[in-house]
């Protein structure tokens, strides 16, 4: 008995010293939106102000955004939302995953996005019209621009434009 358990316990440490490394670098683009910002701006045309916190989660693979409101109502942020954003080598366009309290969502295929430039077009496909998010990366000021649009009888839409400046 004490052979066969090391020999498993021999074959288990063989394969794993066997296997690729599972950490992943941090995407050095997405790196650009790691930390503490104030987001501004108008959402449907109403002003608007929420504080997002990006930081590098399960071993560096995604980027979780925590985004809240300072919008009240009842005594609860107005929004909140989580969001999982990164890179997918194998596919060489980005993913992103985003979960809010406005809507269930209907659908675990997230949006995707090649970058270009240093903006990341994120399209979220849905049977009711696109959704779009382009977020864009200004190194000069180290700040981001939101341009979202919906898409409505196959015409965009905006939606919102919001800003990023780190706190």
């Known amino acids: 008995m004490v052979r066969l358990k090391n020999a498993i316990a021999t074959t288990l440490v063989a394969l794993l010293v066997s296997l690729p490394s ?10 650009h939106l790691a930390g503490s910002w104030v987001l501004t701006g108008a959402i449907m045309g109403q ?6 916190k990006a930081e590098w989660v ?13 919008e ?3 005594a609860k942020p107005q929004y909140e939302a989580e969001a999982l954003l990164a890179f997918d080598s194998g596919k060489q366009q980005f993913v992103c995953f985003w979960f809010d ?12 996005a090649v970058r270009e430039g240093d903006s990341l077009p994120f399209v979220f496909k849905s049977a009711d019209g696109d959704f779009f ?10 700040s981001w ?14 939606f919102a434009r919001l800003t990023l400046k780190r706190q």
Do not use: C
């Open 22 to 31: 599972l950490a992943a670098d941090k995407d050095a683009f997405l790196d």
């Open 47 to 52: 002003a608007t102000t929420h504080d997002v």
């Open 58 to 70: 399960l071993q560096n693979h995604y980027l979780r955004l925590s985004e809240i409101s300072r």
């Open 72 to 74: 009240k109502k009842d």
């Open 101 to 112: 309290n406005t809507v269930i969502a209907a659908t675990t295929d997230g949006g995707s």
């Open 133 to 142: 998010n382009t977020m864009t990366y200004d190194a000069k000021t180290d």
């Open 145 to 158: 621009s939101w341009a979202m649009d919906g898409e409505v009888k196959g015409e965009r839409k905006p």
